[in-house]
């Protein structure tokens, strides 16, 4: 097994709208991480020099804080073999022989939260295989595909047409490099922007493990009523309930519940 390209981070929490498509050349970064008002940068090695540097070039910009921190600890775990039924989810840099009855999807999450250990990613991958199933879906919409897996997932089981967006900027590149790494170009588009934006698109199947907030817009939507297959996850319970009663309500047909000790829920559900 080759080792793990990730060692320590250097993280610079700040707070402020940082220049457009910062980077810094030949100093060990490795990307930026933005949420409203909120940036992270991540280094190789300690950068303060060049922060100092962006401080005094950015007067409106505040730094919040720093860290040390293994690549584990940022990640939760590191990244290993994931059996998900018929392939599996591996770290590009852990070479072996997949068995020869699974396929086997190369993963890196780089900086990106998503390394296939969470519950809702193994049910999402457990939901696209019972939709596919069903329907066998041609076009399919991953709304917030993170380090793009679930997009990866729906390719590798027949999706013709997959769409993986992404409104945070490393996220978009980090499933676009997952995408290129398993030569799914040809299938699958990455696109930065706000999944609220692609809602009414005519897919087959819209898989969304992404904000609550988002999910009760994409179910007030008129395009919601359109014949396709929606998989909702990445609930707490209390969420799940309002998502399941709202489905009803609109007699939408819940095909599947997946759910973990009771706390993360997961549904697939067909509108006619």
């Known amino acids: 097994m080759d080792r793990c390209p990730y060692d320590d981070l250097f993280i610079y929490y700040f707070r402020g709208s940082l220049p457009y498509g910062i980077s810094f050349e030949r100093s060990g970064f490795l990307g930026a991480w933005e949420e409203e008002s909120d940036c992270f940068l991540f280094f190789r090695q300690a950068a303060d020099h060049l922060v100092g540097r962006l401080l005094e070039s950015c007067p409106a910009v505040e730094l919040v804080d720093t860290y040390r921190m ?64 069903r ?23 027949g999706g013709r047409q997959v769409l993986a967006v992404d409104l ?34 005519p897919f087959d199947l819209v898989v969304s493990n992404i904000h609550y907030d988002v999910m009760r817009r994409m179910l007030a939507a008129e395009s919601f009523r ?13 969420e799940a309930r309002l998502i399941e ?22 549904f697939l559900a067909e509108t006619f």
């Open 168 to 201: 945070n900027a490393l996220a978009a590149s980090t499933a676009l490099r997952n995408v290129r790494l398993n030569r799914m170009d040809d299938k699958i588009l990455v696109v930065r922007g706000r999944a609220d934006n692609f809602m009414d698109l």
């Open 70 to 133: 293994s690549y584990e600890q940022w990640q939760g775990k590191q990244p290993e073999v994931v059996d998900a039924g018929d392939f599996l989810i591996a770290p590009p840099w852990h070479r072996f022989d997949p068995p020869l009855d699974k396929a086997c999807i190369w993963l890196d999450p780089g900086l990106v939260f998503g390394n296939c250990q969470h519950p809702t990613t193994i049910h999402c991958i457990a939901a696209i295989r019972r939709a596919f199933a």
């Open 245 to 266: 009663d709202e489905l009803r309500r609109q007699a939408v047909k819940i095909v599947e519940t997946w759910h973990q000790d009771g706390i993360w829920y997961t």
């Open 226 to 238: 359109q014949p396709k297959q929606y998989i909702f996850s990445g609930l707490l319970r209390s």
């Open 135 to 157: 329907r066998n879906p041609s076009r399919v919409a991953d709304l917030g595909t993170g380090t793009g897996v679930l997009a990866l997932a729906a390719a590798f089981m």
